[in-house]
Nanobody
Framework: QVQLVESGGGLVQAGGSLRLSCAASGRALSNYAMGWFRQAPGKEREFVAAISWSGISTYYADSAKGRFTISRDNAKNTVYLQMISLKPEDTAVYYC?????????????WGQGTQVTVSS
């Protein structure tokens, strides 16, 4: 079993940048495909980005393409989400998740989330 802890959220002005981190413990992160999701107040949780265990394959929601970059450092057991050109509509709690069976499969483990607030 893996435990996930997100960090790096905060308050930023529109147009600014943040880098979220997701640190894993308990098992090596290289065993999992990883994803980032977000949930805004009153809305359903939505997919943001995903990365294969090797880091070779990445996928993005349309809202994230061109502005967000998912990456991983398996040696550091950490996954990142670099976000630039942030918009007020990016405001949400951001969660990382791990999928033991790989990309396209159900996510088995979730972090507690980190708040991102983008002011206009």
């Amino acid at each position: 079993q893996v435990q996930l802890v997100e960090s790096g959220g905060g308050l930023v002005q529109a147009g600014g940048s943040l880098r979220l981190s997701c640190a894993a413990s308990g098992r090596a992160l290289s065993n999992y495909a990883m994803g980032w999701f977000r949930q805004a107040p009153g809305k359903e949780r939505e997919f943001v980005a995903a990365i294969s265990w090797s880091g070779i394959s990445t996928y993005y929601a349309d809202s994230a393409k061109g502005r967000f970059t998912i990456s991983r450092d398996n040696a550091k057991n950490t996954v990142y989400l670099q976000m630039i050109s942030l918009k007020p509509e990016d405001t949400a709690v951001y969660y990382c998740a791990a999928a033991e069976s790989g990309l396209g499969y159900e996510y088995d483990y979730w972090g507690q989330g980190t708040q991102v607030t983008v002011s206009s």
